[in-house]
């Protein structure tokens, strides 16, 4: 089965850019990244060759995920400008670094290049963020106290049951 290469394109802090390969710090545009929302194509790229994903992090991908699976074919018309500039920084370092002889893994250069050719703006469905559930109120957790009466009934029950317990082991023990 082949991996989903649909990536968006996702503003990081400004903190977070490496001077040596922050592209976006000279432009004047925030900086970006782009990342997959596929988590298998993310695990493909970690696993490639050092080369390959030196070469895919210089041109401004990320090994994060968005983890989002729909609109694959898609992405967001706005990020048009900067998903061509990471695309065009990536096919540089292709072209000067080679990726000959690499070891890709599981991410296929050839099902890239034609998801990247065949990827068209529109519109992006996200799915919708999961509200967390409400956690139980702090008294409901708690079980009743049993009063003392019924603790004293309980050991008591429990006593009556183990004594004839040990008093059926020591007979069939005897009958041996």
């Known amino acids: 089965m082949s991996l989903a290469y649909d990536f968006d ?21 925030p900086p970006v990244r782009a990342q997959f929302r596929d988590i ?4 493909a790229l970690r696993a490639a060759s050092p080369k390959i994903r030196r070469i895919f992090l210089e041109s401004g991908f990320s090994l994060d ?7 694959g074919g ?11 500039l990471i695309l065009k920084r990536l096919f540089a370092n292709i072209r000067n670094m080679g990726v000959q002889g690499e070891y890709s893994g599981e991410f296929d250069f050839h099902h890239f290049l ?7 703006p529109g519109n992006v469905a996200h799915a919708a963020p999961v509200r967390p559930s409400r956690p139980p109120s702090p008294g409901a957790a708690r079980p009743e106290r049993r009063t003392i009466a019924g603790r004293i009934g309980f050991a008591l029950g429990l006593a ?15 009958a041996l």
Request: hydrophobic share 40%; glycine share 6%; net charge negative.
């Open 114 to 120: 034609a998801h990247v050719r065949s990827a068209k």
């Open 40 to 43: 298998k194509t993310a695990d």
């Open 9 to 29: 394109i996702v503003a990081i802090a400004p903190d977070e850019v490496d001077p040596e390969h922050g592209h976006t710090a000279v432009t004047g545009r």
């Open 74 to 84: 898609f992405y967001q018309p706005e990020d048009t400008e900067d998903r061509n």
């Open 65 to 71: 995920t968005v983890g989002d699976h729909q609109s």
């Open 160 to 174: 009556v049951i183990l004594f004839v317990f040990l008093k059926l082991l020591a007979q069939h023990g005897a």
